[in-house]
């Protein structure tokens, strides 16, 4: 009878070692939400300075086109217009989107519905190198091919919103392949056969049937690249020229909010206006990364499929 | 799939690895490089990236003789070697300009130790056909005044002006010695000498500056006023684009850091190291030029 209770009221190893995972679990997740808010307080309180510490206008801030932190303009503020940078890095951004997806649908339609096993062996690792290559070397040879080759064609630098655009698009493009080839998969094998019960072909399967019950997982798909576009810094820098202007044409030099970090980080001061700016624009990556995020988890609710 | 299982986990697990040994190696140099330092002869120097080379191989050497004393060389900019030496987080922060011209920086702070020379040049396109500019057409064109190149004798031809990046040494070196105060024309922004040696070397028409050491056969250096870019032109002060090398400490350096910082200074690395690299030896300087840009002859 005492040996029955004992057994029953110890802890069995079994259970220990639950306990144990758990306390693993528990600890990884911990440290990695501390993490994050450091870093989201961090950034915020950083990024915040420049209002508060420096009385930066805000509006001038967002809305500005002369950035120039170390002088000042005839009203005695700094220099710190962004919105060069703001619509250059959505420029990038959204081209690169827009010229990728139709290669990524492409790919991940012939690898989800019409190549065999065989197909998709090939194509799986192909794309599965594209997003192993390091962006510095995308960078590189987007400066000793790509930005040459504009030249040529149009003239004038060759570096610009096109090359880096170029770049960005063969980085996305595993990024969009892959999560739409995941949608396209998730589609029930019920409404396909529906479909060829009522006669359609595989063409008309794919179009109608197919692509519409997956295009919530599609968009999310694309999102997903732009957030990628948005954050990519090395490769853009090496290709984008670095200048703060306004972009007034694909091939005239310009600057992503990325790569202006990227360039400046170094040679400020930690705690002096030229430095809180730079974390001001980290604020405004962190904010577009949330949004992107945001937006994702909203169509994914709008348009998951019901089985 | 179960052998994708094996591979996620062993992935995590060296990810949580790296993440550990990441925070501990951290935490350990800065308790060593703050505190330290001049007992356990661990010495960190961090900043400028120009000077980085001649400090990493002369770090090398004098480790080799003094296997006690562990240096751990890191670039990041002059700004940030300014900040962080200030801050105290480093021994040694190393920077291409004076601290006096940092704004953020409390000078009276650091001590200064000049452990070389790096003089620059203009350098354009082969194509621009210019081999010689005064020093007004230089500012005219870095301010966006002068735009073709036959402007200044050259052949029909678009400047594109490549500049570094805002704050870099480099940039407030070139600007302080051409344009006397003007504000240079919002161009392309590169930020490193590589990267301006391909640019200028590659675009028809370009024009930017670059280091002595990073001048080869690919672009063309420009003189000016007919004073050619040479070491003795500027150990005499007749060629005017150059400056100097910084370490700075935080008030007097102390035991292992000051051995280094001697070291720094001595023939072994000042005859040898600093030439081969490029730079110019601190004591081949027949001028010297203080923080505000007087130059009077050294003593």
């Given at each position: 009878m005492k040996e029955i209770q004992n057994k029953l009221l110890t802890k069995s190893k079994a259970t220990r070692e639950d306990h144990f995972g758990r306390a693993i679990c528990y600890l990884c997740i911990g440290l990695i939400i501390a993490l994050v808010v450091c870093i989201l307080y961090f950034i915020t309180s950083r990024g915040i300075a420049t209002f508060?510490?420096?009385?930066?206008?805000i509006w001038g801030f967002l809305a500005g086109t002369n950035w120039n932190p170390g002088s000042v303009d005839a009203h005695g503020n700094p220099e710190v217009g962004a919105l060069p940078m703001i619509v250059t890095s959505f420029s990038v951004t959204v081209l690169a989107a827009a010229v990728a997806t139709p290669f990524a649908l492409a790919m991940a339609i012939f690898m989800s519905e019409i190549a065999g096993k065989k197909g998709t062996k090939f194509l799986q690792p192909v794309i599965e190198l594209l997003v192993g290559i390091p962006s510095v070397v995308y960078g590189f040879i987007g400066l000793s091919v790509i930005v040459p080759l504009i030249r040529k064609i149009f003239g004038g630098t060759g570096f610009g919103i096109l090359a880096g655009t170029i770049v960005l698009f063969v980085m996305v493009l595993p990024t969009i392949t892959s999560l739409s080839v995941d949608s396209l998969r998730a589609v029930p094998l019920s409404y396909r056969q529906a479909s060829a019960a009522l006669g359609a072909n595989r063409w008309q399967t794919i179009y109608k049937v197919i692509l519409r019950t997956a295009a919530p997982g599609i968009l999310t798909a694309v999102i997903f690249g732009m957030a990628r576009a948005f954050g990519e810094a090395l490769a853009v820098q090496m290709v984008i020229g670095n200048a703060v202007l306004m972009p007034k044409s694909l091939v005239s030099p310009a600057s992503t909010l990325t790569s202006k970090l990227t360039t400046d980080v170094g040679n400020t001061v930690m705690g002096t206006l030229p430095n809180n700016v730079l974390w001001s624009l980290a604020l405004i990556l962190l904010f577009m990364s949330l949004f992107f995020n945001l937006l994702v988890r909203f169509i994914g609710k709008k348009g998951s499929i019901k089985k | 799939m179960k052998k994708r299982n094996i591979f996620s986990t062993l992935l995590m697990l060296g990810a949580v690895g790296a993440v550990l040994t990441g925070c501990g190696s951290n935490s350990a140099s800065s308790n060593g490089s703050s505190s330290a330092s001049d007992h356990a002869g661990k010495i960190t120097a961090v900043g400028s990236t120009a000077l980085q080379p001649l400090v990493e191989k002369a770090a090398g050497q004098f480790q080799n003789d003094n296997k006690k004393i562990n240096i751990t060389v890191q670039g990041g900019g002059s700004g940030t070697g300014l900040s962080q030496v200030q801050d105290g987080a480093v021994a040694i922060g190393n920077s291409d300009i004076f601290a006096e011209s940092k704004p953020g920086i409390d000078s009276s702070k650091l001590v200064d130790h000049k452990v070389a020379v790096v003089g620059m040049a203009p350098v354009v396109n082969k194509d621009a056909g210019v081999d010689n500019i005064t020093m007004a057409q230089l500012k005219d064109i870095f301010t966006g005044k002068v735009t073709n190149w036959k402007e200044v004798g050259g052949k029909d031809e678009k400047i594109t002006v490549v500049n570094r990046a805002e704050g870099s040494g480099t940039r407030a070196t070139f600007e302080d010695a051409v344009l006397s105060g003007a504000k240079a024309v919002k161009s392309q922004e590169q930020d490193s000498n590589g990267t301006v040696q391909k640019i200028v070397s590659s675009t028809p028409g370009a024009i930017s500056y670059l280091a002595f050491s990073y001048l080869n056969d690919s672009v063309k250096p420009l003189s000016i006023d007919k004073v050619k870019p040479t070491d003795a032109n500027v150990e005499n002060n007749k060629w005017k684009i150059w400056s100097y090398e910084h370490m700075y400490t935080k008030g007097k350096a102390k035991t292992a850091t000051a051995d280094f910082l001697k070291y720094m200074n001595s023939k072994d690395v000042q005859d040898s190291l600093v030439k081969k690299m490029g730079y110019i030896s601190i004591h081949n300087m027949k001028v010297q030029k203080d923080a505000k840009g007087n130059v009077t002859d050294a003593k």
């Open positions: 508060t510490q420096n009385h930066v206008n | -």
